[in-house]
């Protein structure tokens, strides 16, 4: 794992979450996404090296839909950059870590990602994300 690349929270309106991250900033987010395969509208904020991406849920099915009706609104996930996700998923699984989804997955912010079970990492959703070379 390189670095802290982002650090994923879930929002129940975008809108005002986006207003309300702006003012505590000082700057507006670089971009807005839709994933549609995850059901959810993003939102990023560079500072420094790290970024924020605010995550509402597009559907009530959706992931953060399920999140915010469990915990509320607050830190979804913390997502890891990796030289090569498909060796560090490998990796993880033999050292006896679960993933959520057993091969990389197109994600916003032109990542491929995957996601580590909170029940394998002390009860914190870990996503791993690698740049898509163009």
Partial sequence: MLKVE???IAVKNMESANSLFSKLFKKAPYKLEKVE????????????ETKIELLEAENED????????KKGEGIHHIAY???NIESEM???????????????????????????????????????????KK
Avoid: W, Y
């Fill in 37 to 48: 395969s995850e059901g959810v509208a993003t939102s990023f904020f560079q500072m420094g």
């Fill in 6 to 8: 982002h650090i994923g």
């Fill in 90 to 132: 490998k990796r993880l699984e033999v050292e006896g870590f679960q993933l959520i989804n057993k091969a990389p997955k197109k994600g916003a912010d032109n990542k491929l990602v995957c996601f580590l079970h909170p029940k394998s990492t002390n009860g914190v959703l870990i996503e791993l994300c690698q740049e898509i």
């Fill in 62 to 69: 959706s992931a953060i839909a399920k999140f915010i009706e």
């Fill in 81 to 83: 950059e990796v030289e």
